[in-house]
């Protein structure tokens, strides 16, 4: 073999080698060399649909609390509507009840009667008169009368008269039988029963002084919480079963 054969050889190794490496290195080790940044590209591909997952997720849950925002909007509304619906109801109750009222005074005031007087006497010839500013007939029993600023007087041509006076009374026309209550005062033969109530009850000839009970005279005071006046003779039995005071003056 020559010489120049040997170099034609040489040369023609060192031209493959040459387009050999050049193939390798632009043909087949890039891909191998870009692979990472193929990885690196597919990572940021997924990490966006993620994200575009994810936004749509927010999306979703932002429309469910608008949702929700509406759902509580509608039961505020509700809540509202229930409140006007039960103040309106309260109002109505309310207005019932003063209408209630001012019928209950309108039938009152037309019940009332003024200046009422009654006369009556019982079977030992005691004439009774009893005398009120203010009357109406009792709503619970029509044959009692429920009087104001009453004033009532116990006659007889035998015996002295015994004068009542009270705040208020319930007198009952049926059975001629009183109950004063509020400031009573009886005065008789120059004594005076102050008390809280008194029950005269005529044709038994007593009435009853019960309740803060305070009996004067020109001698002395008893303070007692019961006690029974008989209207014929004037005598006075003490029911109390507490101590009684007497003061002498």
């Given amino acids: 073999m020559s010489v120049k054969t040997l170099l034609q050889l040489i040369l023609f190794l060192l031209i493959f080698l040459i387009i050999g490496g050049i193939y390798y290195l632009y043909f087949y080790s890039d891909p191998m060399t870009k692979r990472p940044e193929l990885s690196e590209d597919l990572a940021k591909v997924s990490n966006e649909i993620k994200e575009e997952n994810l936004s749509g997720e927010e999306i979703l849950i932002d ?46 005031i037309k019940n009332l009667t003024k200046e009422i007087e009654y006369i009556t006497t019982n079977r030992n010839g005691d004439i009774f008169k009893i005398s009120a500013k ?10 009692i009368l429920d009087l104001e600023k009453v004033e009532g007087v116990i006659s007889s041509k035998y015996r002295s008269t015994i004068e009542i006076s009270s705040d208020k009374a319930n007198y009952n026309y049926d059975n001629q039988d009183s109950k004063f209550y509020g400031n009573v005062i009886v005065i ?21 002084a019960y309740n803060n009970v305070v009996v004067k005279d020109e001698k002395s005071i008893m303070k007692a ?25």
Avoid at 80 to 91: F, I, P, R, S, T
Avoid at 134 to 143: L, S, V
């Fill in 63 to 108: 429309a469910g609390s608008i949702g929700n925002i509406k759902s509580d909007n509608g039961k505020i509304e509700d809540d509202n509507l229930k409140n006007l619906n039960l103040n309106n109801v309260d109002d109505e109750r309310k207005k019932s009840k003063e209408n209630d009222q001012k019928n209950k005074n309108l039938d009152e």
């Fill in 134 to 143: 203010y009357g109406k007939t009792n709503m619970e029993n029509t044959n």
């Fill in 188 to 208: 008789y033969d120059k004594k005076i029963i102050n008390c809280d109530n008194l029950d005269l009850i005529l044709n038994d000839n007593i009435a009853v």
């Fill in 225 to 249: 919480q019961i006690i029974t006046l008989n209207t014929l003779d004037k005598s006075i039995n003490i029911n109390s079963k507490e101590k009684i005071k007497i003061i002498s003056n």
